[in-house]
């Protein structure tokens, strides 16, 4: 069924993965690194360790979705590179979270003062349900990721219609085990490492940086096939 069309996608990024683990390493240690700097400040410095985090995915997605999308791989032994194109992936990744979480937790907020039942009950499926409805909107930080030249042509309208709910379930199949991993992180115990840093925020932002690599992988999978199906 083409409702399902793109479900192996999600397998195949995750053997991506697994082969170029050795680039994973390389091209995300730094920026987790600053994602670990920018979670340790947030405490005292809000907005400094949230725009640090923001732009830090925003560099590792570009180049993981380059590298599964257009075979691109950087010959330097560590990577990070901060321009107009990570930018705008990182401010795509960060709309594209907020218009699929944001209904999810009204509806789960709603439910729970309308069944008094645990918002944290709710939330999980409400969760799957909207990724698998709207992570079409994972199309925009690929896009900006993936463009090739000075282009200006605007394709994620085109490829939000034909990849439709199509595309939301393979974004909803490469989010999955990544919630569940880091459901498992929340019973870690809360060891300080540095100040302001402990073992369950390590672990998290590890666990979220797969689950970028698994979705950003995904979706440069899914947008190759939707080009391939319009040629």
Not at 47 to 68: I, K, M, P, Y
Not at 82 to 87: N, T
């Amino acid at each position: 069924m083409r409702l399902f069309r793109f479900c192996r996608q999600p397998l195949r990024g995750f053997v991506i993965l697994i082969e170029q683990f050795p680039a994973f390493l390389r091209l995300s240690w730094i920026c987790m690194a600053a994602s670990l700097v920018g979670g340790a400040v947030s405490e005292r410095y809000v907005w400094l360790g949230s725009v640090t985090d923001l732009l830090a995915r925003g560099v590792f997605a570009v180049a993981w979705l380059r590298l599964v999308g257009l075979g691109e791989l950087p010959r330097r032994s560590a990577y990070f590179h901060l321009g107009r194109r990570e930018i705008l992936t990182a401010l795509g990744w960060m709309t594209a979270e907020v218009f699929v979480v944001f209904p999810a937790q009204a509806i789960a907020a709603s439910l729970a003062v309308a069944t008094g039942l645990s918002f944290p009950d709710l939330m999980m499926p409400m969760l799957a349900v909207a990724h698998a409805l709207l992570g079409a909107a994972y199309l925009l930080p690929t896009e900006a990721a993936l463009e090739v030249g000075t282009s200006a042509t605007w394709r994620l309208p085109e490829m939000v219609i034909k990849g439709g709910v199509a595309a939301g379930l393979a974004v909803f199949l490469a989010w999955l085990p990544t919630n569940l991993l880091l459901e498992g992180v929340k019973a870690l115990p809360e060891w300080d490492l540095l100040e302001g840093l402990d073992l369950r925020q390590t672990a998290a932002v590890v666990t979220r940086y797969l689950g970028v690599a698994l979705t950003a992988g995904t979706m440069a999978l899914v947008w190759n096939a939707l080009i391939a199906e319009g040629d």
